[in-house]
T-cell receptor, first 115, second 114 residues
Framework: DTEVTQTPKHLVMGMTNKKSLKCEQH?????MYWYKQKAKKPPELMFV???????INESVPSRFSPECPNSSLLNLHLHALQPEDSALYLC??????????????FGPGTRLTVL | GESVGLHLPTLSVQEGDNSIINCAYS??????FIWYKQESGKGPQFIID?????DKRQGQRVTVLLNKTVKHLSLQIAATQPGDSAVYFC?????????????FGRGTSLIVHP
């Protein structure tokens, strides 16, 4: 299994809603990532988990809250988002995130629209 | 700050031609580079990678060339097909403070005309 899965595929939410994005991988990878991607732009790193511990937070606003319940799962909790947060949210995983030649494998993303 | 960039935002080719997508990087400490293909509505898909101790690596129909002297990376696609139409990103792995993180270039949109 070389797949990273993400749910839901699409999400529309209001600015007062609370929602969660989910990501799962069964490749035995110990590093997992959240990226945000706007249209026609490259992915921007948000968070990195390594061995279920948050290792990098790229100064992301607190309305985004990551969670890594176990080595296969990664969640992104959303609360009080703004319309400018509308984007494609990508999850990725890699072997352990500690090696220089650690390839990331991406999921299909969740297309988020904030009204 | 240092960044990974691409020379051409859009590349149009005829089916059957060879395609070359270029990428310039400025972080001399980067030692691992990856090319990704992203089709519309999908996540980036790994194509090929190269380490800094190599200058060329070949895959199926794709070749990556690395020129460390001028900090330049290229992706060559042989006999380009309509299914190759996508946005291509190069990424470099940097190591700020001990954790390797990838930094993506701007992306090049490849359009293949039948």
């Amino acid at each position: 299994d070389t797949e990273v899965t993400q749910t839901p595929k699409h999400l529309v939410m209001g600015m007062t809603n609370k929602k969660s994005l989910k990501c799962e991988q069964h490749m035995g990878h110990r590093a997992m990532y959240w990226y945000k991607q706007k249209a026609k732009k490259p992915p921007e790193l948000m968070f990195v988990y390594s061995y279920e511990k948050l290792s990098i937070n790229e100064s992301v606003p607190s309305r985004f809250s990551p969670e890594c319940p176990n080595s296969s799962l990664l969640n992104l909790h959303l609360h009080a988002l703004q319309p400018e947060d509308s984007a494609l949210y990508l999850c990725a995983s890699s072997q352990d995130g500690a090696g220089g030649s650690d390839t990331q494998y991406f999921g299909p993303g969740t297309r988020l629209t904030v009204l | 700050g240092e960044s990974v960039g691409l020379h051409l935002p859009t590349l149009s080719v005829q089916e059957g031609d060879n395609s070359i997508i270029n990428c310039a990087y400025s972080n001399s400490a980067s030692d691992y580079f990856i090319w990704y293909k992203q089709e519309s509505g999908k996540g980036p898909q790994f194509i090929i990678d190269i380490r800094s101790n190599m200058d060329k690596r070949q895959g199926q129909r794709v070749t990556v060339l690395l020129n460390k002297t001028v900090k330049h990376l290229s992706l060559q696609i042989a006999a380009t097909q309509p299914g190759d139409s996508a946005v291509y990103f190069c990424a470099e792995n940097m190591n700020p403070g001990g954790s390797y993180i990838p930094t993506f270039g701007r992306g090049t949109s490849l359009i293949v005309h039948p």
